[in-house]
């Protein structure tokens, strides 16, 4: 069943999480738009392209600005179009993984990064964004060495300040929840779609 107003929903969470099941699992029972960043425009393929790409150092900074290039084009020409149409959105990742990975992974000062981000949502603000929180060990051991991207090769200690990230921003944040990925994947969905109920999805 769909709201009738459209809703705007996020998933986040360390790589490997399991974030992108649900989102896509979501966006089809109730018939949102499903998306991701980085890369779900022709501009943000180019970028997500070079973004994952290890062979290129680039400094955080860098990656900060072009994650957010990737965001601000997202939001202008698929997240706000479709809204304005009436159609909600799930997006596979938002502003809160700048935060998470260029704030506290990569060590960034938050201040300026919040700005920043500001500039590139404007007003876009997801009305529930839900993290799947499971260990960085866990996620780690399923994921294929042969996959490691950019991201994926970095350190533990790394994907383990992004998870911290995560669980300091849904207490800090507006709308955020976090959910236990660490467990079967029928607890996971019953306890998403009960956050979903709680908007009026699932309800
Ligand atoms: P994603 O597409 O979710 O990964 P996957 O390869 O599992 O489909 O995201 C790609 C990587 O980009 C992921 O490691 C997280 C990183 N990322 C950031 O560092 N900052 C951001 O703002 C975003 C959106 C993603």
């Known amino acids: 069943m769909s709201p009738t ?31 991701f960043e980085p890369g779900d425009t022709p501009l943000g393929v180019m970028l997500r392209q070079r973004l994952l790409d290890a062979s ?14 990737d965001r601000s084009h997202h939001v202008s020409t698929v997240i706000t179009p479709t ?8 997006s596979d990742r938002y502003f809160g993984s700048t935060l998470a990975y260029q704030g506290y992974g990569r060590e960034m000062d938050l201040a300026p990064l ?31 060495p042969s996959q490691r991207d950019r991201f994926e090769s970095a350190t533990v200690d790394f994907h383990e300040r992004v998870r911290q990230g995560f669980l300091s921003l849904a207490e800090l944040e507006p709308n955020w929840i976090v959910i236990n990925g660490n ?15 709680a908007i009026g999805w699932f309800a």
Do not use: W, Y
Request: net charge negative; glycine share 6%.
């Open 83 to 90: 809204l304005a149409a009436g159609q909600s959105v799930v």
């Open 114 to 144: 919040r700005a920043a981000t500001d500039v590139a949502i404007g007003t876009c603000r997801p009305d529930l964004t839900i993290v799947i929180d499971i260990p960085v060990a866990v996620a780690h051991a399923r994921r294929a």
């Open 56 to 69: 290129e150092p680039m400094s955080p900074q860098t990656e900060a600005l072009l994650m957010l290039a």
């Open 5 to 35: 107003t459209p809703l705007f929903v996020a998933f986040e969470g360390i790589d490997g999480c399991g974030k992108s099941t649900h989102a896509k699992r979501v966006a089809k029972a109730v018939d949102a738009r499903f998306t």
């Open 183 to 197: 467990q079967n994947l029928e607890a996971v969905t019953e306890r998403v779609d009960a956050a979903l109920a």
